[in-house]
């Protein structure tokens, strides 16, 4: 039976750090504040923002949400992120994506001042996680990747990792972040040929493609550890990951659990990165 890497005791520990920084941001007068930027009713956006929410009140980091109703204009969301650009006693600001398709993604990603980016989707941002120069934020799913793992012990130097998902919000940044813990990273895709002697031969496995049972038993070997990012919807109507759980666990030797593991250090990663923003804004 493999270990479960749950989230829980790492978003725990995270929290405590977080609370011990906004003591002292408070100390000196600056109350961090996150804003969260919602365009349309989406059950999943509306699901992590009350998440978000609660998890910012339990640190003492103060929110604001900011809802446009779907058929928003462009112009309008712009005009949004303008004014939390300019209100300094906001520090970290959350945009909901995808947005609604008569929004362009890019347009809005870039007018967001990079310094307020806690959830890494502006240029400048990723610019960062891949030079490495401390600039900016990582994904907040990418970076609880690797929170789970250090919380671990796992010492990635050496070892193989394969990330399954070449996305710009999880595959590539995480590819990054291990590369930095001296893992040698392979990235894997749709285009992928045979893909289970890529992930056999792994230490590390990170999937992050999207897809109910992207990871079987055939895609695994013993000793291995996997961090499975998926969130999708079973027939039973459960929430699941992208691995096939029942039959992964037996074979490997850690695991996380979904719903359990990467999710819930999410938000605490969000709340942790809108503290850093506030710190560096009084530098």
Not at 3 to 28: D, S
Not at 29 to 51: M, T
Not at 65 to 81: C, G, N
């Amino acid at each position: 039976m493999a270990e479960l890497l749950r989230g829980a005791p790492v978003t725990a520990a995270i929290n405590e750090r977080t609370k011990e920084r906004v003591r002292a941001l408070r100390e000196q007068g600056v109350a961090p504040a996150l804003a969260l930027v919602r365009v349309g009713e989406r059950d999943a956006d509306i699901f992590y923002e009350r998440g978000a929410v609660k998890r910012c009140a339990a640190v003492g980091v103060e929110t604001k949400s900011v809802v446009l109703p779907e058929e928003a204009s462009q112009e309008e969301l712009l005009k949004v992120i303008d004014g939390l650009n300019k209100d300094v006693s906001v520090h970290g600001v959350l945009i909901f994506r995808p947005l609604p398709p008569h929004i362009n993604d890019a347009v809005i990603c870039a007018a967001l001042a990079p310094e307020k980016d806690v959830d890494g989707i502006t240029d400048g941002s990723l610019a960062g996680v891949f030079t490495g120069n401390g600039r900016g934020f990582c994904p907040c799913t990418a970076q609880s990747c690797v929170e789970i793992l250090d919380y671990y012990g796992v010492d990635c130097t050496g070892k193989r990792a394969v990330i399954m998902g070449r996305s710009l919000v999880i595959g590539k940044p995480v590819s990054q972040l291990l590369l930095a813990r001296n893992a040698t990273v392979t990235v894997c895709h749709t285009r992928t040929r045979d893909l289970a002697s890529e992930t056999r031969r792994a230490d590390i496995i990170v999937a992050a493609v999207g897809h109910l049972n992207s990871l079987t038993a055939e895609h695994v070997s013993p000793g291995q550890i996997i961090v499975d990012v998926g969130i999708n919807t079973n027939a039973e109507g459960k929430m699941v990951g992208d691995v096939n759980f029942e039959t992964v666990e037996p074979v490997v030797a850690s695991i996380t659990p979904v719903p359990g593991g990467v999710g819930g250090v999410t938000t605490a990663v969000l709340a942790a990165h809108t503290v850093e923003a506030a710190e560096r804004s009084l530098m």
